[in-house]
């Protein structure tokens, strides 16, 4: 069932999202708009150097100035940046805010892999997504700067240490791409012998053992667009290893565990400000806060993960209205990953 959608062309690669066809329009644009304006600029030059140049018996004069026409060139190319501006602040929007019934994937970056967690918990080192629906990605990195990068989706995003960081698209055919890191993050080491630091396999849709390989480079992995019967398929097969760990009283790899997050708010002492069952202490309850639009002394906030992240590390940051800046900042006493399990209590509580 794979539609035919624009295949890749000499500059690009093939449309498999439904921004591609404008991102690519609107590079199309301005290439050719740096083409024209680059012949018409530098032929023009060219033709006056030489139809101008000093020789015996042509004096050369300078031509002054001409007001209407340095108007011209200086108001023309501001209508032209206008134009690009708003067709680029649209896509930016239009890539930022994600419909309100996306699949939620959270991705874990580190040096040098990529983790997807899916909804039921399992995780693994590749991307599967469902064809014709919305996915958003809710992105975090436990060491340095990356960047998660599919052409074909064209969608590239920064994923940066103390911080979550989303993106969303939708696949409009069924296929695969690579998955890159687009931020230089480390380099790479070799082998005594300066051998590459990875081994070749004989499956072509990993064609590397991602374990053996270091730096920025090796920080590669795959995105397969499946119908919605194959992708659910992939998902129970995850979830399934998942309830075999917990059949064993251990959490899944790469599930942040609601249950720990409820530890932690009793053992850091969030319970004793917070409850969960809607009544007021001092501080917001936690039931049904979580994507709520909340009402604070800096404006309306989302609750989402860079909400509470920042609530806990910089508590008077953003002050619920109708509540006293009295909390203590956690800064320094609580981990990222601590942090990941408070936010997928809260979550649970909706
Ligand atoms: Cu991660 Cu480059």
Same mark, same amino acid.
């Given at each position: 069932?794979?539609?035919?959608?624009?295949?890749?062309?000499?500059?690009?690669?093939?449309?498999?999202?439904?921004?591609?066809?404008?991102?690519?329009?609107?590079?199309?644009?301005?290439?050719?708009?740096?083409?024209?304006?680059?012949?018409?600029?530098?032929?023009?030059?060219?033709?006056?150097?030489? #139809?101008?140049?000093?020789?015996?018996?042509?004096?050369? +004069?300078?031509?002054?100035?001409?007001?209407?026409?340095?108007?011209?060139?200086?108001?023309?190319?501001?209508?032209?940046?206008?134009?690009?501006?708003? #067709?680029?602040?649209? %896509?930016?929007?239009?890539?930022?805010?994600?419909?309100?019934?996306?699949?939620?994937?959270?991705?874990?970056? *580190?040096?040098?892999?990529?983790?997807?967690?899916?909804?039921?918990?399992?995780?693994?080192?590749?991307?599967?997504?469902?064809?014709?629906?919305?996915?958003?990605?809710?992105?975090?990195?436990?060491?340095? =700067?990356?960047?998660?990068?599919?052409?074909? =989706?064209?969608?590239?995003?920064?994923?940066?240490?103390?911080?979550?960081?989303?993106?969303?698209?939708?696949?409009?055919?069924?296929? #695969?791409?690579?998955?890159?890191?687009?931020?230089?993050?480390?380099? &790479?080491?070799?082998?005594?012998?300066?051998? =590459?630091?990875?081994?070749?396999?004989?499956?072509?849709?990993?064609?590397?053992?991602?374990?053996?390989?270091?730096?920025?480079?090796?920080?590669?992995?795959?995105?397969?667009?499946?119908?919605?019967?194959?992708?659910?398929?992939?998902? *129970?097969?995850? %979830?399934?290893? $998942?309830?075999?760990?917990?059949?064993?009283?251990?959490?899944?790899?790469?599930?942040?565990?609601?249950?720990?997050?409820? *530890?932690?708010?009793?053992?850091?002492? $969030?319970?004793? $400000?917070?409850?969960?069952? %809607?009544? &007021?202490?001092?501080?917001?309850?936690? #039931?049904?806060?979580?994507?709520?639009?909340?009402?604070?002394?800096?404006?309306?906030?989302?609750?989402? +993960?860079?909400?509470?992240?920042?609530?806990?590390?910089?508590?008077?940051?953003?002050?619920?209205?109708?509540?006293?800046?009295?909390?203590?900042?956690?800064?320094?006493?609580?981990?990222?990953?601590?942090?990941?399990?408070?936010?997928?209590?809260?979550?649970? =509580?909706?």
């Amino acid at each position: 069932m794979n539609e035919q959608n624009a295949p890749a062309t000499y500059q690009l690669p093939p449309q498999m999202s439904t921004v591609a066809a404008e991102v690519d329009w609107l590079y199309y644009f301005i290439y050719w708009l740096s083409v024209v304006l680059f012949v018409a600029i530098v032929g023009a030059m060219i033709y006056w150097a030489i #139809k101008y140049r000093e020789r015996p018996g042509h004096k050369a +004069e300078p031509t002054g100035h001409n007001l209407p026409l340095e108007l011209a060139w200086t108001i023309a190319p501001i209508f032209i940046l206008v134009f690009l501006f708003h #067709k680029g602040f649209q %896509g930016y929007l239009d890539m930022t805010i994600a419909p309100p019934n996306a699949i939620e994937i959270r991705v874990n970056a *580190k040096q040098w892999s990529w983790e997807f967690v899916y909804p039921n918990g399992g995780s693994s080192d590749k991307l599967h997504v469902p064809v014709h629906k919305p996915v958003k990605l809710v992105m975090a990195s436990a060491d340095v =700067l990356h960047s998660f990068f599919v052409p074909a =989706l064209r969608i590239k995003r920064d994923v940066v240490p103390g911080m979550y960081t989303t993106v969303w698209f939708e696949a409009t055919q069924t296929g #695969k791409d690579d998955i890159a890191c687009a931020e230089y993050c480390g380099g &790479r080491s070799e082998g005594p012998g300066g051998e =590459l630091p990875y081994e070749p396999t004989n499956d072509p849709d990993n064609p590397y053992v991602s374990g053996q390989m270091t730096g920025h480079w090796a920080m590669h992995s795959r995105v397969y667009v499946e119908l919605q019967e194959d992708f659910d398929k992939f998902v *129970k097969s995850i %979830g399934d290893k $998942c309830d075999a760990y917990r059949s064993e009283g251990k959490i899944c790899p790469g599930e942040v565990a609601a249950a720990e997050g409820q *530890k932690l708010s009793v053992s850091k002492g $969030c319970v004793a $400000c917070h409850t969960t069952t %809607g009544m &007021r202490l001092v501080g917001p309850s936690w #039931k049904d806060i979580w994507g709520k639009e909340e009402s604070t002394d800096k404006g309306d906030v989302l609750v989402d +993960e860079n909400y509470i992240r920042e609530s806990i590390l910089a508590p008077q940051a953003k002050i619920v209205t109708g509540f006293q800046a009295v909390m203590p900042t956690f800064s320094g006493q609580i981990s990222d990953p601590e942090i990941d399990e408070l936010i997928a209590y809260i979550k649970s =509580l909706k």
